[in-house]
Nanobody, 121 residues
């Protein structure tokens, strides 16, 4: 059993910053990619940022230069530093990780429960 626990969401004014954290726990064998997705009301869930086990990152164009994804492999934790927030960033943010459970064969994707980020204008 593996769990992803997110924290750090909240309400912030435009131009402000928030830092999201997501810690994986349980019977973890290894973790490959970790990432953050978001879903705004009435919209599809989209990938915001992703980081490989080796630290290679990718971002959706709308957050480049404003958001930074990082990870601490020793803590099985991924972070999303969000700066210069705009109202369009308002969404539920979900953590996602490709995890091989101990004694299992292939890795599978796991999701966190989501954390609300609201940016007021």
């Amino acid at each position: 059993q593996v769990q992803l626990m997110e924290s750090g969401g909240g309400l912030v004014q435009a131009g402000g910053s928030l830092r999201l954290s997501c810690a994986a726990s349980g019977s973890i064998g290894s973790i490959n990619d970790m990432g953050w997705y978001r879903q705004a009301p009435g919209k599809q869930r989209e990938l915001v940022a992703d980081i490989s086990s080796g630290g290679i990152t990718k971002y959706v164009d709308s957050v480049k230069g404003r958001f930074t994804i990082s990870r601490d492999n020793a803590k099985n934790t991924v972070y999303l530093q969000m700066n210069s927030l705009i109202p369009e960033d308002t969404a539920v943010y979900y953590c996602n990780a490709d995890i091989r459970v101990k004694f299992a064969g292939r890795p599978t994707y796991h999701w966190g429960q989501g954390t609300q980020v609201t940016v007021s204008s």
